[in-house]
């Protein structure tokens, strides 16, 4: 673990291997004054992102800074404790690579979970290719999204499913900083 201080801030970084830019971007961070009273914690998986780095976590209670939040609005982890005590890992490799879509690619046909989603309750939706958000339920993403299995101490075995809110997030989160940014906009002209 290293501590990167700022003028106002100082971070923990839960790695001791960390990018160049990754770095110079959390100083930025920690520079500005309206992360003065947060905690900042920096996940191990951290690098580079556009507006902050990716594996940022702060406590801002008081404050909207759209982009802290970035594009993968919905980026997230989840891990199931598998009953099996072992694997075929290959078989599941090729399970993966067949069943689901990553990258840039998406399902042909929805998936039968995207009906329990309601993508009109967006605030946003008419700003947002909401067919695209529909055939992407169910891939993982490119970038630092993955599908493993690790193994405990005891031998068990989880299933990590580390995906994003694809494309989707990214209109989302383009959509909110513009709105920020005019609304800002206006106030300055006042």
Do not use: W
């Not at 673990?1 to 160049?20: H, P, Q, R």
């Not at 009273?37 to 990716?54: F, V």
């Not at 976590?57 to 891990?79: A, R, S, W």
């Not at 031998?155 to 383009?174: D, N, P, T």
């Amino acid at each position: 673990m290293i501590k990167i201080e700022g003028k106002y801030n100082t971070a923990k970084v839960f790695t001791d291997n960390i990018e160049s830019e990754a770095r110079a971007q959390i100083m930025e961070l920690c520079n500005q004054e309206f992360v003065k009273d947060s905690i900042i914690r920096i996940m191990p998986d951290t690098h580079a992102g556009a507006g902050c780095t990716i594996g940022t976590t702060m406590t801002i209670t008081d404050k909207i800074v759209p982009n802290l939040v970035g594009v993968d609005i919905g980026c997230g982890m989840e891990t199931i404790k598998l009953k099996q005590k072992n694997i075929d890992l290959k078989k599941l490799d090729k399970v993966i690579y067949n069943c689901i879509p990553s990258g840039f690619d998406i399902r042909k046909k929805q998936h039968k979970y995207s009906e329990n989603i309601d993508f009109h309750s967006l605030v946003c939706k008419n700003f947002v290719n909401l067919e695209r958000a529909r055939l992407s339920i169910g891939t993982l993403g490119g970038g630092n999204h993955f599908i493993e299995v690790n193994k405990d101490n005891y031998g068990a075995l989880y299933l990590v499913v580390h995906s994003g809110s694809r494309h989707l997030g990214k209109q989302v989160a383009e959509y909110y900083q513009e709105l920020a940014y005019k609304e800002l906009t206006d106030i300055n002209r006042l």
